[in-house]
């Protein structure tokens, strides 16, 4: 085995193993191999970098810096994550089973590009003059929450990370940042990252380490104000019940079965290609997956012909070769849960018309490969249809008109995203309008920006990441001052 790259935590702006020595290993899915090690923190790492975030704040050093300073430090930070792009992009491919092409296309510079947003929305906090009854002079100011616990996945490690981190410090919050236990490295390269940049010391500390240790021990901290956490809906459900303990804001960017609607009126070929792309893309890894894909009855079987020839044609690869567009599933773990589903499918009748089982890239069977999956003749009360995957398994379902759409789109726990295909402009608005979703993409799919509010209703959670609304919904509080001018 080649030489394991080794990662550290960084607490109270200093690098940091974990008390106990425990490290966690980092496995490449294309190869099943160990490549990286950093630490497996404990509850008293994950207190004691709370500590540190807790001193920072109280000291006031960040959060009382004008505010200029602030955007100046995250703007470098953008910088920096633009200067090492290779290196974090070959962190996460590695990580993840992202492929390069992605990770340095998208992953990295989407990353960078949410610093610098909210490198310039640190200058542009504030609060208003409200007139109010009686001789008052009467306002609101926008103040930091405080101290923040960021919780992420391992779908999306550094962008997802980035989403939390640069408008929690744009707004003068100290934070702890716990990567997902598989997919650490980016997040303790960005805390390396930080102090290069000139935060100081215990605004940004980064714990790496499992989610029942090091993140519960975050939850379960009276010193932590609140939490912002991006994971499945089962934790965060957790997360409220423990983030009771002091009353602690939360924002929950939670699980997602989102529906695509197609209409017989769309430009078919390219809702074809889209509808693709949006359960495919990153392996089907993203929350806002379109996994349920409703096709009006009439173009339902050339439809579904076209769509199934496409999955049949794409096929994994190392994610390392520039050419791959689709890699391998994040874990074993990930691939077993995929297959299971693909069980679950073929025995509530649906059709199997494209993939459904581990693909070899010629390693001698190694790595995580899942070929891309269609089922059709799906209903949407099937488990493949009403449960999270997670996984490259789109299940393709009927409808009969825009009200068939609608409440079949709705019937589901999750209400996160929703796409919609027509060239009827009236329609589009009419069903963007019904629809149970945080997001609606009308004649396009999973794009994001970061000026762009995100976020679900529902199972799929509360809070907005992104653009101002982040700011104001969760990263900042406000206070109201009444002025007695009488
Ligand atoms: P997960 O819920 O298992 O873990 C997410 C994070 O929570 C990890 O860092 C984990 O270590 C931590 N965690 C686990 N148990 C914890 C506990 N008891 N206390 C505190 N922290 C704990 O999710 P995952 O498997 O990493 O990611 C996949 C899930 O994330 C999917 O459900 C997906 O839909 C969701 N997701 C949602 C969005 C969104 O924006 N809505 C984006 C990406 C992923």
Known sequence: MSKLLKKQMIIDGKPADSLSGETCRSINPANEEAFAEYPRAGKEDAEAAILSSRKAFDAGKWASAPASRRGKVLWKLADLIMQNRQELAELETRDTGKPIRETMS????????????????????????????????????REPVGVLGLIVPWNFPLLIASRKVAPALASGNSVVLKPAEISSLTALRLGELGMEAGLPEGV?????????????????????????????????????????VNVKKLSLELGGKSPNIVFADADLDLSVKMAAAAIFYNKGEVCTAGSRLFVEESAYDEFAEKLSARANKMVPGDPMDENTRLGPLVSQVQLEKVSEYVSVGREAGATLSAGGEKHDIGNGGKGFFFKPTVFTE??????????????????????????????????????????????????????????????????????????????????????KESGMESIQEFYTNSKTVWVDLN
């Open 204 to 244: 940004l500390n980064v714990v790496s380490g499992e989610g029942r240790t090091a993140g519960q021990a975050i939850v379960d901290s009276e010193l932590v104000d609140g939490i912002s956490f991006t994971g499945s809906t089962g934790v965060g459900q957790g997360i409220m019940r423990g983030g009771a």
């Open 106 to 141: 998208i992953d990295i510079p989407m990353a960078a590009d949410v610093f610098r947003y909210f490198a310039g929305a640190a200058t542009k906090i504030h609060g208003e003059t409200i007139p109010v009854n009686g001789n008052f002079f009467h306002y609101t100011v």
């Open 378 to 463: 799906v209903k949407n009360s099937m488990r493949i249809a009403q449960e999270e995957i997670f996984g490259p398994v789109l299940s393709v379902i009927k409808f009969s008109d825009v009200a068939d759409a609608v409440a079949q789109a709705n019937d589901s726990l999750y209400g996160l995203a929703a796409g919609i295909w027509t060239r009827d402009v009236k329609k589009a608005h009419q069903v963007a309008q019904k629809i149970q979703a945080g997001t609606v993409w009308i004649n396009t799919y999973n794009m994001y920006d970061a000026a762009s509010p995100y976020g679900g209703n529902k199972m799929s959670g509360f809070g």
